[in-house]
């Protein structure tokens, strides 16, 4: 439904007012309403802030539930690191391009190490076979 909606938007706009928009800001733009700007615009904000609570913090809170099942359910996992991207406060990290140039290196600096290890253990440990149901 998701990969559809989109389709389903660009050929009313074109049915409307008969151009093909993919840019959905530029669809927004179109509307005459204020009304409507904003509460399309709100579903976008609602929308992507779902996408990011599913894709960033679910992960996390199933994987501390699953260490610590007697103290922490996916709910406090869940409350635990919405927490602690609050306190890291990424908004920092993009304001100027020197912050985000430190932020790069020094993620770099850690996902370098970690990626050499996982092809070391593929190629050297594990002979470049991988059993598929132990994933």
Request: charged share 10%; glycine share 6%.
């Amino acid at each position: 439904l998701g990969a559809l909606t989109p389709i389903f938007v660009t050929s009313a706009h074109s049915v409307i007012w008969g151009s093909f928009q993919w840019y959905m800001p530029a669809v927004i733009e179109d509307f005459d309403s204020r009304a409507a700007k904003f509460f399309v615009a709100f579903s976008f904000m609602l929308a992507t802030i779902g996408n990011q609570i599913a894709a960033g913090t679910y992960p996390f809170s199933n994987d501390v539930s699953g260490l610590y099942p007697k103290y922490i359910n996916i709910f406090r996992a869940t409350l635990i690191i919405s927490v602690f991207c609050v306190a890291c406060t990424p908004w920092n990290i993009i304001k100027n391009a020197a912050g985000l140039l430190a932020f790069l290196s020094g993620y770099s600096c850690v996902m370098g190490p970690m990626a050499g290890v996982m092809v070391a253990d593929f190629y050297l440990i594990k002979k470049r076979k991988l059993n598929i149901h132990e994933l």
